[in-house]
């Protein structure tokens, strides 16, 4: 199965670099015939989709935000779980679940929802420029990065 490791966030803005170091730690690791690693995507939406094209699998790894959530937690979910845009305006309101119904309506080759696993790790800050985490995403980088290794390789093994 064709797989695409896909970091994405801002190497710039503070915690949102955590999905690219994760992408670049995994595909260290896990570097092999049938993965494909670009561990530096800082976009998104429409221009998500020439990225995906032609993978039956993606492994995304992304920063998130939820209210009352925990620095350094993580989360693990498909694209069946995302929610599509109620009101699409133009081009810069389409989420990535919007995205990839539009593309699929367009014939593209894009992987069932089910095959793109998103591993997200909940941030302290995004908003201030620097090039280095929060110490709480730091310090507990050596637990989280261990764990989404061990789901990841298990994912790619199946």
């Known amino acids: 199965m ?5 970091g994405m966030g801002n190497p710039i ?3 949102d670099a955590v999905g690219l170091r994760l992408a670049r ?3 260290e690791r896990l570097a092999g015939p049938g993965l494909d690693v670009v561990d530096d995507c800082s976009v998104g939406g429409l221009e998500l989709l020439p990225l995906l094209e032609g993978y039956q699998r993606v492994v995304v790894t992304d920063a998130i935000r939820t209210r009352g959530g925990i620095p350094a937690s993580w989360y693990r979910f498909t694209a069946a779980r995302l929610t599509e845009t109620c009101h699409l305006s133009n081009v810069h309101d389409a989420n990535f679940a919007t ?3 539009l593309g699929r309506r367009l014939g593209m080759a894009l992987p069932p929802d089910d095959e793109i696993h998103v591993f997200a790790v909940e ?3 995004d908003r201030v420029i620097s090039d280095q985490m ?3 995403l730091e310090g507990a980088w ?3 990065s261990a764990e ?3 789901e990841v390789e298990a994912l790619l093994r199946a």
Not at 2 to 6: A, E, K, M
């Open 134 to 136: 929060t110490p709480e």
């Open 13 to 15: 803005a503070t915690d």
């Open 123 to 125: 941030i302290k800050e």
């Open 142 to 144: 050596p637990c989280y």
């Open 148 to 150: 989404i290794l061990a």
């Open 2 to 6: 064709r797989t695409l490791l896909l």
């Open 99 to 101: 995205a990839l119904a």
């Open 25 to 27: 730690f995994l595909g």
